[in-house]
């Protein structure tokens, strides 16, 4: 229907536009990398349309990604990894665990705390999912819960990595759309905080209502021991985080700035302890620099790919024939959210922005939407789409990480789904929680 509507309402995209697409479809089908089906399809739009030079496609590969701001990622993504080599990130759960345990489903909500502020590191969902499903998958299973649920509790907890500032996506959508990565930051840190809570009350419910952990029963005095114990043990731990949110969010640091600095205290911290070598530090590369080399061809080979799909008027064409379908601006939301979960579903976040931010942007600018909230709304609707059922992204983390049937842990991941989803409604319909934390320009 709807596909039909967009080639009527806009006629001058024809096969020039579908075949690339279809061809692009094809390619993830037939398990071609992401950058590779992205690159082909722009190629394949070039050539079809002529509507630009095919020079364009190799200057926007290089121009593309040559922004000061994209070198917070492989930053960010190595602070990560240093954390987990240190056993830095040990010291999260520890803490996390003290907070809770006076609680019932005390471990279980330790575990979504621990990867929030893993995620306040990071950058990164699946980084988080695979370094907090190693610490705490076997201990949910010995505390009481079934080990599809466990995992499915991992990897609700582990979209918070790209949901609460700093984060990869939206340095990424920061890019495309021209807005400050800081101000985007500043703009997710309620959202983000939201989802957490959401994530920790479906856990609290669902334990209740199976019994799956018991715990709590110790008095304030226990609970205040335990967690003074904690916090000195780790207190040091903390630097990290406090360092990255004090520079993005009093304005002395830059993210690429935040991230640089993280990466030092880490190293520095893990040469204090004892439990990080020089000669930890070539695997440690490859090992961020496997994950850089993932997402970085991504954003190269999409933005030749926007950049066409914009000279052929596709988001043009997109907001006719959507908006003559309906212009209810509550409708054209719930529309622009079932997309982004469905695309979340199948693909990973970096092209899910690069190539729809720039489609959806023109229909939110259409209803009015705040364009700081419609990214928030962007991001955290794919962050949804990474544990709905069947296809998330961190269903196959965790389910690579343990074993574990995915179907089996997609059954489990349902009610998180369910409250993340009303987050995004929360989030949709309220620019508030958007805006609440910037200046007034920016609401």
């Known amino acids: 229907m709807l596909w039909n509507q967009i080639a009527q309402e806009a006629p001058a995209i024809g096969w020039e536009f579908f075949g690339p697409v279809i061809l692009f479809v094809v390619l993830i089908a037939l398990c071609v990398p992401v950058w590779a089906a992205i690159g082909a399809s722009?190629?394949?739009?070039?050539?079809?349309?002529?509507?630009?030079?095919?020079?364009?496609?190799?200057?926007?590969?290089?121009?593309?990604?040559?922004?000061?701001?994209?070198?917070?990622?492989?930053?960010?993504?190595?602070?990560?990894?240093?954390?987990?080599?240190?056993?830095?990130?040990?010291?999260?759960?520890?803490?996390?665990?003290?907070?809770?345990?006076?609680?019932?489903?005390?471990?279980?909500?330790?575990?979504?705390?621990?990867?929030?502020?893993?995620?306040?590191?990071?950058?990164?969902?699946?980084?988080?999912?695979?370094a907090v499903g190693r610490m705490t998958i076997a201990r949910?299973?010995?505390?009481?819960?079934?080990?599809?649920?466990?995992?499915?509790?991992?990897?609700?907890?582990?979209?918070?990595?790209?949901?609460?500032?700093?984060?990869?996506?939206?340095?990424?959508?920061?890019?495309?759309?021209?807005?400050?990565?800081?101000?985007?930051?500043?703009?997710?840190?309620?959202?983000?905080?939201?989802?957490?809570?959401?994530?920790?009350?479906?856990?609290?419910v669902v334990n209740?209502?199976?019994a799956y952990e018991g715990g709590g029963m110790i008095s304030t005095a226990e609970w205040a021991a335990n967690l003074w114990r904690a916090v000195k043990s780790g207190?040091?731990?903390?630097?990290?985080?406090?360092?990255?949110?004090?520079?993005?969010?009093?304005?002395?640091?830059?993210?690429?700035?935040?991230?640089?600095?993280?990466?030092?205290?880490?190293?520095?911290?893990?040469?204090?302890?004892g439990t990080l070598r020089l000669s930890d530090f070539p695997s440690m590369m490859v090992s961020s620099a496997k994950v850089n080399g993932?997402?970085?061809?991504?954003?190269?080979?999409?933005?030749?790919?926007?950049?066409?799909?914009?000279?052929?008027?596709?988001?043009?064409?997109?907001?006719l024939a959507v908006t003559s379908i309906t212009d209810e601006p509550a409708l054209l939301i719930l529309l622009m959210i079932a997309i982004l979960i469905a695309a979340g579903c199948v693909m990973e976040t970096t092209p899910n922005i690069v190539i729809l931010a720039p489609i959806l942007?023109?229909?939110?600018?259409?209803?009015?939407?705040?364009?700081?909230?419609?990214?928030?709304?962007?991001?955290?609707?794919?962050?949804?789409?990474?544990i709905t059922p069947p296809l998330g992204l961190n269903l196959f983390v965790v389910s690579g990480l343990t074993g574990e049937s995915i179907l089996k842990i997609a059954a489990r991941a349902v009610p998180f789904v369910f409250f993340m989803l009303l987050v995004v409604l929360m989030i949709a319909y309220l620019p508030q929680l958007s805006t609440f934390l910037l200046p007034d320009i920016y609401k």
């Open 42 to 130: 722009a190629i394949a739009m070039l050539v079809v349309s002529e509507v630009l030079p095919l020079s364009l496609f190799g200057e926007s590969l290089f121009d593309g990604i040559d922004h000061f701001a994209l070198t917070a990622v492989p930053l960010f993504i190595l602070t990560g990894d240093v954390l987990v080599r240190t056993g830095l990130s040990r010291k999260f759960l520890d803490v996390a665990e003290a907070l809770t345990c006076w609680a019932r489903g005390g471990f279980g909500s330790a575990t979504v705390l621990v990867c929030g502020m893993f995620s306040a590191i990071s950058g990164s969902d699946a980084a988080g999912a695979a």
């Open 140 to 204: 949910l299973v010995e505390s009481g819960y079934p080990r599809p649920y466990a995992c499915a509790l991992v990897a609700a907890g582990a979209c918070t990595g790209i949901l609460i500032p700093p984060s990869i996506a939206y340095i990424v959508i920061g890019l495309v759309l021209g807005i400050s990565a800081s101000t985007l930051f500043q703009a997710a840190l309620i959202p983000g905080v939201l989802i957490l809570l959401s994530i920790l009350v479906t856990n609290i």
């Open 208 to 210: 209740r209502r199976y």
């Open 235 to 273: 207190w040091y731990a903390f630097l990290v985080p406090g360092v990255i949110f004090w520079g993005i969010f009093s304005g002395r640091l830059t993210p690429t700035e935040a991230g640089a600095t993280a990466v030092v205290i880490t190293v520095v911290l893990g040469f204090i302890l």
């Open 294 to 319: 993932v997402i970085l061809p991504i954003i190269a080979m999409s933005l030749p790919l926007a950049q066409t799909m914009a000279a052929l008027g596709v988001p043009q064409g997109f907001v």
């Open 361 to 386: 942007k023109p229909l939110a600018d259409e209803i009015g939407m705040n364009e700081i909230q419609f990214c928030v709304m962007m991001i955290t609707a794919l962050g949804v789409g990474f």
